[in-house]
Every structure is written in structure tokens, then in C-alpha cells.
């Protein structure tokens, strides 16, 4: 080899370990920046939590206010709700106690009207249709004549006058039930005594009677009889013939009617001291003489 040869491969060892400095400086170089912009970042992101630490307090009070707020609106809304549901059943269960009171206040009216219709004995006398005249023509209307008892010693009467002949009869029977009066029964078939009645043109006479003898007597005294729970009586009418008079004679004879607990209350006696003069005639001869 000649001494360019040599020179000349020297020179490429150099460069070539001029290269391999100049490589390993770069990887070097390349390292510490990398190194350099990892710490960097880090610093960077070091700093960015900080400023985030910083303001993330601020953040989560006013988020934490913010969440108190939905939540206290939440809990008003859900309060009103509440108390419009507590309302409303309320008053679903007010309305349903206050139908069950209407049912059972109808129920209780309905089964005491039943019971005072099955107490009492009504009967109905007359029914008389009466017109009224005017400028258009006539205008009619009913008249009823009603007599109520319950059978034991209890009755009464009454009038009503209504455009039919229901609404009528209802007047006249309540109006009967609220004059009532008491009749002393003997035995609880016929009356004490004899007993006359009047009222206006209308003349009655009543008289007891044994067992057997049945109700004799016209319609309207008749009615009254069955009512009260007479089975035994005779009776005659002697004057005018229209029910309205035949009936307030009856009742006007009725209220005279007395028995002997009656009497002995008011003579101060026993009442076997009066049922003893009944029995014996003699001695109320003697009384006389």
C-alpha cells in the first residue's frame, strides 16, 4: 500500500469517528431535550393542578350551591306536591266519609221510614178534585182526606190539597201523623163508655160493645175505628153525611172518651172502687136514692 492509501483510510476512520462523536452527541443532545420538555410538561402540569387547586374551591362552593339550591327547589316542589296530594286525599276522604254518612243517613232514614210505615195504619177517606176558575179557564186540584193509627189507641187526621194526587196524600198523612192524639181502650177492643160527638152540621154517637160485635159503622167512622184498633163498636151518624164533618165529630167525641184509671185520678180513688160500682147496679141505686 502506498501512503495515500494509508492517508487516505486514516482519514476515513476519522470521519467515520467524527460521525459517530457527532451521532452520539445528537442522541445526547436529543436525550437532554427530551428530558428537558418531560420536566417541562411536568412543571407545567405541576402548575396547571395548582391554578386548578386554586380555582377548583371556588368552583365546587359555587357547584355546591348551586346543587344545595336544586335540591331545597326539588324538596319545596316535592312538599307542595306532597301536601297537594294530602289535600286532595283529604278531601277524597272527607267526600267519601260524607257519602258513606249520606248512604248511611239514607239508609237509616229509609229503614225508619219503613218501620213507621209498617207501625202505622193509614187510610185514606176521600179524595175530592177541586177547581179553581180563572181569566184562561179552570185549573184543578186534589183534596185528600187521610186518617192515620198505629192500631194500639193511637190516631189521627189531616187534609192536603196539591195539582196531583200523590203529593196530595203525602200532606194529608203527615199532617195526621203530627196531630195524634191517645184514645183509653178497654181491653184494647172497644171503648169505656157511650159518647156523643159533634162538629159543625155533623152529629155522632158512639157506643161500646161485646167481643164479637165487629166495627159497625159507616165509612169514614170506620177508617177511624180500624185505625185506632176499635174491633168491637157500633156507631151511627145522625146528622150531615160529608167525611170531613163525620171525621172531626168521631175525633171530638174521642178526646172525651175516659177510663177508669182516668176517673179515679181525678176523684182521689182506687180504680177497683169504680170497677166494683160497674159490677154492682145495686149499689149505685143506692147511691141515686
Known sequence: MSEKDTIENTDKSVDKAENKQSENTNSKNKTIESKKSDQA??????????????????????????????????????SKQNKTLSAKDEGAKKKSISNSDKRNSNENSSKNSEKFQNEFIEKLVSINRVAKVVKGGRRFSFAALVV????????GHGKGKAKEVPEAIKKATDEAKNSMIRVPLRQGRTLHHDIKGRFDSG?????SAPSGTGVIAGGPMRAVFEALGIQDI???????????NMVRATF????????????????GLKVNEITK??????????AKA
Open 277 to 286: 160500682r160497674r159490677k154492682n147496679p145495686s149499689s149505685i141505686e143506692n
Open 148 to 155: 192515620v193509627g198505629d192500631g194500639n189507641g193511637m190516631v
Open 41 to 78: 410538561k411536568k412543571e407545567d402540569n405541576v402548575q396547571d393542578s395548582k391554578s386548578n387547586n386554586e380555582e377548583n374551591p371556588l368552583k365546587n362552593k359555587e357547584s355546591e350551591k348551586i346543587n344545595v339550591d336544586k335540591d331545597e327547589k326539588k324538596n319545596l316542589i316535592k
Open 203 to 207: 152529629n155522632v154517637f158512639l157506643r
Open 252 to 267: 171530638e167525641a174521642l178526646k172525651v172518651v175516659s177510663s177508669p184509671k182516668i176517673i179515679a185520678s181525678r176523684r
Open 234 to 244: 157500633v156507631a151511627k151518624s145522625i146528622g150531615s153525611s160529608n167525611p170531613h
